[in-house]
């Protein structure tokens, strides 16, 4: 959940028990594995259910109880099943001579993927089961939000995005990977230093919504589906 800012990543296990308290009041679970002793570095994660509907909200907590100051950046990251499609939206069609979005390319992706879709509105990207071959694509998204559909279900992620902040990858704060049948839905919090005892949050919304999509669908036909559901 973390993304050091310059230091090498460290690889910690995910099969260690958790520690967690209900808070039945607040509908909510916390949990809160242990120090990574390497860095220093406490993770803990809220998760909030609505009283009503699908929707869920995510507060990641990183916490430096090291010594000495941590450069970082809360990186959460939703892996979900294959044979659906993710769903970025592209910035407001503009006649402007600036640019208006930054993209970030890992060194394995090839922008002719046939996975890998660029419209006028959207960026959209496949999982595939077959293909093996790595994807990942890093977005300064504005929207923000993302979505992954799949078999007439709809995950959407919404997420915050401060433009005078720095964020990791050539300023992603929103990124796609795929790798067979699992692709993520990843967003990332501003880089931030953070000194001993100091702590960085970064809340996300979950949803889940019955949406159908042709396949392929067109941009007019996920604007017709997904915008009465995104809109703030």
Same mark, same amino acid.
């Given at each position: *959940?973390g993304?050091?800012?310059?230091?090498?990543?460290?690889?910690?296990?995910d099969?260690?028990?958790?520690p967690?308290?209900?808070?039945?009041?607040?509908?909510?679970?916390?949990?809160?594995?242990?120090?990574?002793?390497?860095?220093g570095i406490?993770?803990? *994660?809220?998760v909030?259910?609505?009283?009503?509907? $699908?929707?869920?909200?995510?507060?990641?907590?990183?916490?430096?109880?090291?010594? @000495?100051?941590?450069?970082?950046?809360? @990186?959460?990251?939703t892996?979900?099943?294959?044979?659906?499609?993710?769903?970025?939206?592209?910035?407001?069609?503009?006649?402007?001579?600036l640019?208006?979005?930054?993209?970030?390319?890992?060194?394995? $992706?090839?922008?002719?993927?046939?996975?890998?879709?660029?419209?006028?509105?959207?960026?959209?990207v496949?999982?595939?089961?077959?293909?093996?071959?790595?994807?990942?694509?890093?977005? !300064?998204?504005t929207? !923000?939000?993302?979505?992954?559909?799949?078999?007439?279900?709809?995950?959407?992620?919404?997420?915050?995005?401060?433009?005078a902040?720095?964020? /990791?990858?050539?300023?992603?704060?929103?990124?796609?990977?795929?790798?067979?049948? *699992?692709?993520?839905?990843?967003?990332?919090?501003?880089?931030?230093?953070?000194?001993?005892?100091?702590?960085?949050?970064?809340?996300?919304r @979950?949803s889940?919504?019955?949406?159908?999509?042709?396949?392929?669908?067109?941009?007019?036909?996920?604007?017709?589906?997904?915008?009465?559901?995104?809109? /703030?």
């Open positions: *959940m993304r050091a800012g310059a230091a090498a990543a460290h690889v910690f296990s099969n260690d028990p958790v967690h308290a209900i808070e039945a009041e607040a509908g909510a679970i916390r949990l809160t594995p242990a120090v990574e002793a390497v860095n406490q993770k803990a *994660m809220r909030v259910l609505d009283r009503e509907g $699908t929707g869920v909200t995510i507060e990641h907590t990183i916490t430096n109880t090291g010594a @000495w100051p941590i450069e970082l950046a809360p @990186w959460a990251i892996v979900l099943p294959g044979g659906g499609e993710a769903i970025v939206p592209q910035e407001p069609a503009s006649e402007g001579l640019p208006v979005r930054s993209m970030a390319l890992w060194g394995y $992706t090839v922008l002719n993927d046939p996975r890998l879709t660029f419209g006028r509105g959207y960026v959209r496949k999982a595939v089961d077959a293909e093996k071959r790595a994807l990942k694509i890093g977005f !300064g998204n929207r !923000g939000w993302a979505a992954y559909h799949r078999a007439g279900t709809l995950f959407l992620k919404r997420f915050a995005y401060e433009a902040a720095r964020y /990791p990858d050539y300023g992603s704060n929103n990124e796609i990977y795929t790798n067979g049948g *699992m692709l993520e839905v990843e967003t990332l919090a501003p880089l931030q230093k953070l000194e001993p005892g100091a702590a960085a949050s970064h809340v996300e @979950w889940l919504h019955r949406v159908d999509l042709g396949a392929p669908a067109t941009d007019a036909e996920i604007d017709a589906a997904l915008q009465p559901i995104v809109r /703030p």
